[in-house]
């Protein structure tokens, strides 16, 4: 009999797999909002894989991040150009040829990593329990440097981004 | 001569928001207090509330429009459909007579509305109808609770409009007009 | 067969969970029904009128004085509303996105119901922990759904097709991502204090220690002014201020959808009046009762205690509706981001001095 968890690993993962789809093509609707709330339900279906994952955090974050403010600015920008539906496009050779490159590259590098993947238990170390205080140890003491280069990576985009807007005012 | 006051900036402390929130409290909390205690006048109207005791309308209020009746009872409205142009909300819907219709029931006017209609719910008492009638043969009157049980019911027709705008003798336009051509026929014209 | 099924634990779990979800949305609806009752005679006091005193049904008005008391009070009157608002037409124009019409009320009240799951509502009863979901991020899930509680705005706005609910959509969806920022920031001190990210925990800490608010009486103002933002009420009801914009985001909804809406508003209310009793008034605790209680007395007494520290809080969010005039939109924006964000970020770092400092 398969485990409750198992289950709910299945539901969650199909649900983001079709959110994900309709968000990209949409049969029914070629509305960009449409796509815009396809996306936050992809999100929200992925944080609730990280809660089957334990990591409660993730799970929160994801959706206080991405699925609470960058798709609400997303859908008011959307809202304020007022785009309107998007026309079917025909596909473009080069695009379809260029876009099916990436995406095998981008399967065969995921498939490489999960085949060479082995469950963390078995290798005997403690699985991190979600719990906020040790995501920041190992946030703030192992992985320092490359946080911090995030960090200036954002921050300098935040300027970029004050420079742009506020170019007029000189 | 113009007087400019000077506003003086707000301290700090003036923007914190603190004293206007302190000013706003005392404030609520005298008309609460009050209103509590029953000491509150404006809520004390002594004979009772709207629904028994009906608000009391004072002479230039604007409700709904009615059609009135002249001193002989005749109808004022021509028939002229400016009302039913002007009207914002498209309320007003005139019939008028067509060719085959009788006289009109006043020696000085030409034709009578056939039917006249005036959907209260879509009437916004705006008051453009009494503005722009020649005949002053419209006027908003003191009716301000018009209820009905369904939309048809609140489609006021010709009859139900003249019932409820009663006579309106006040302004006797044509009255005077007549008198002032008769005066111009007897009079004595100099031709020298 | 039967008795085992009782004693599984896993059983228990599932059943106590359920009677404990129904119960306090049953609560819940009360409430909103009555907070709206409060709403309306406390603001009838301030501005000198009577507020609703007629609807009773008739045989209530049989019962001798006290008949005429209580229609007088208007206890009657939530549910003469709630009729009015199922019967009346429902009344969908012509030219909105009906799909998304139709969802927004919706979207609009679960959020506000959802984060009500975290809150510790009492310490224990019986056996039983009072609260629905006691998360080790118990903030973090509050935070995040109720930034999901945008979305039945935005939507509302934008599927109605219409200008001014379509400003007013527009002014919620940046008003509430800005001050939620203030918001969350407010509280990161309460946990450096604390050290732990669950509500139960937060609340025994207070217990122990004395109120949050009074370490923390910044961070407690900052939420409390983010709060009256996140919930749009007066001075910060820019999406719906209804002498510029109508009605806002729900110009167009007429019947049970405007009612989604009202449930929605003044579910937030409460949730987030209950969310500043954990987080700043010591939850079901008072200073000499701080132990879970280990009766069923004891268990209902708490309970009554974070309901009456509930009321007084929704008590403010009706009164200071007539104590401020509404805020400029740019007025809101400057308050949020010169203004709170910069106190809030300076009370992080303070507060993680001080305790630095003071816990070594
Ligand atoms: S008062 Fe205004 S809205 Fe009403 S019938 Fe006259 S013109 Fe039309
Ligand atoms: S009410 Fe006045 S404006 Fe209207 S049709 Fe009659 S005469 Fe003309």
């Given amino acids: 009999m398969p485990q409750l968890t198992d289950l709910l690993f299945y539901a969650f993962a199909g649900l983001t797999l079709l959110f994900g789809f309709l968000c990209v093509a949409n049969p029914l609707s070629r509305n960009p909002v449409t796509s815009a709330m396809f996306l936050?339900?992809?999100?929200?279906?992925?944080a609730g894989l990280f809660v089957l994952l334990h990591a409660f955090f993730l799970a929160a974050v994801q959706i206080l991040v991405y699925a609470g403010a960058v798709m609400v600015l997303f859908l008011f920008v959307i809202m304020l150009l007022d785009l309107k539906e998007e026309e079917r496009r025909k596909l473009n050779a080069i695009a379809v040829g260029l876009g099916s490159v990436a995406v095998l590259g981008l399967a065969g590098v995921l498939l490489r990593a999960l085949i060479q993947a082995k469950p963390v238990i078995a290798a005997g170390t403690q699985p991190v329990e979600g719990s906020t205080k040790e995501l920041g140890r190992i946030l703030f003491q192992s992985y320092l440097l490359p946080f911090e280069i995030l960090s200036i990576l954002l921050l300098v985009a935040m300027v970029g981004v004050i420079l742009l807007s506020k170019k007029e005012l000189k | 001569m113009t007087k400019v006051v000077d506003r003086s900036p707000l301290n700090f402390y003036e923007r914190t928001y603190l004293p206007a929130l302190v000013e706003g409290f005392k404030v609520t909390a005298r008309h609460f207090v009050r209103s509590v205690k029953g000491e509150n006048t404006a809520t004390d109207l002594g004979d009772g509330y709207y629904p028994e005791v009906?608000?009391?309308?004072?002479?230039?209020?604007?409700?709904?429009?009615?059609?009135?009746r002249d001193q002989e009872g005749a109808t004022k409205c021509v028939s002229c459909q400016l009302c039913e142009f002007i009207c914002p909300p498209k309320a007003i819907k005139i019939t008028p007579p067509g060719p085959e219709a009788g006289p009109a029931d006043r020696p000085n006017a030409e034709k009578m509305p056939r039917e006249f209609e005036i959907n209260m719910l879509r009437c916004i008492f705006c008051g453009l109808c009494?503005?722009?009638c020649p005949e002053e043969a419209i006027f908003l009157q003191q009716h301000y609770s018009l209820s009905g049980l369904s939309r048809e019911e609140m489609i006021y027709n010709k009859e139900k409009l003249l019932k409820l705008g009663g006579v309106h003798a006040g302004i006797q336009k044509w009255k005077h007009k007549l008198e002032e051509a008769k005066e111009q026929e007897s009079f004595p014209v100099n031709v020298g | 067969m039967l008795e085992n099924l009782f004693i599984d634990p896993?059983?228990?779990?599932?059943?106590?969970?359920?009677?404990?979800?129904?119960?306090?949305?049953?609560?819940?609806?009360?409430f909103v029904a009555y907070a709206v009752l409060v709403e309306r005679k406390v603001s009838a006091f301030i501005q000198d009128r009577v507020g609703p005193n007629r609807t009773a049904p008739p045989l209530a008005l049989k019962i001798p004085v006290l008949g005429r008391f209580l229609q007088r009070c208007g206890i009657f009157q939530p549910m003469a509303d709630g009729l009015?608002?199922?019967?009346?037409?429902?009344?969908t124009p012509a030219y909105v996105r009906t799909i998304y019409f139709w969802i927004a009320p919706a979207i609009s009240v679960i959020p506000a119901f959802l984060t009500l799951a975290v809150i510790p509502f009492g310490s224990t009863l019986g056996k039983q922990q009072m609260v629905i979901a006691d998360l080790n991020v118990g903030i973090l899930y509050t935070f995040g759904i109720v930034s999901l509680g945008v979305y039945g705005i935005v939507l509302a706005g934008w599927a109605s097709n219409s200008k001014y609910p379509f400003l007013g959509g527009i002014r919620s969806s940046a008003q509430m991502i800005?001050?939620?920022?203030?918001?969350?920031?407010?509280?990161?001190?309460?946990?450096?204090?604390?050290g732990d990210l669950n509500l139960s925990k937060l609340i025994q800490w207070q217990a122990d220690n004395g109120w949050l608010v009074l370490y923390q009486p910044v961070a407690f103002v900052i939420f409390l002014v983010s709060a009256f933002a996140e919930t749009n009420r007066l001075p910060f009801d820019l999406p719906e201020s209804e002498t510029e914009l109508v009605g806002g985001y729900h110009t167009e909804y007429s019947s049970m959808k405007f009612a989604l809406f009202f449930l929605g508003e003044y579910a937030n209310m409460i949730a987030s009046s209950a969310m500043m009793v954990t987080l700043f008034f010591g939850g079901w605790s008072l200073p000499f009762l701080g132990k879970p209680a280990d009766s069923l007395l004891g268990g209902l007494v708490h309970i009554g205690i974070f309901i009456a520290k509930m009321i007084v809080l929704m008590?403010?969010?009706?009164?200071?509706?007539?104590?401020?005039?509404?805020?400029?939109?740019?007025?809101?924006?400057?308050?949020?981001?010169?203004r709170f964000i910069p106190i809030a970020l300076l009370n992080i770092v303070l507060t993680a001095l001080g305790v630095a400092l003071f816990n070594r």
């Fill in chain 3, 315 to 338: 008590v403010v969010f009706i009164w200071v509706r007539w104590m401020l005039p509404r805020f400029r939109y740019d007025q809101l924006m400057d308050l949020g981001w010169r």
């Fill in chain 2, 54 to 68: 009906p608000w009391r309308v004072e002479g230039g209020y604007r409700g709904a429009p009615y059609l009135v």
């Fill in chain 1, 40 to 46: 936050v339900l992809t999100i929200i279906s992925m």
């Fill in chain 3, 178 to 194: 800005s001050y939620e920022i203030a918001m969350g920031m407010s509280v990161v001190s309460l946990f450096l204090i604390v």
């Fill in chain 2, 130 to 132: 009494q503005e722009v």
């Fill in chain 3, 10 to 30: 896993t059983f228990q779990f599932v059943l106590f969970s359920a009677a404990k979800i129904a119960v306090v949305f049953g609560v819940v609806m009360t």
């Fill in chain 3, 84 to 91: 009015k608002f199922i019967l009346k037409e429902d009344f």
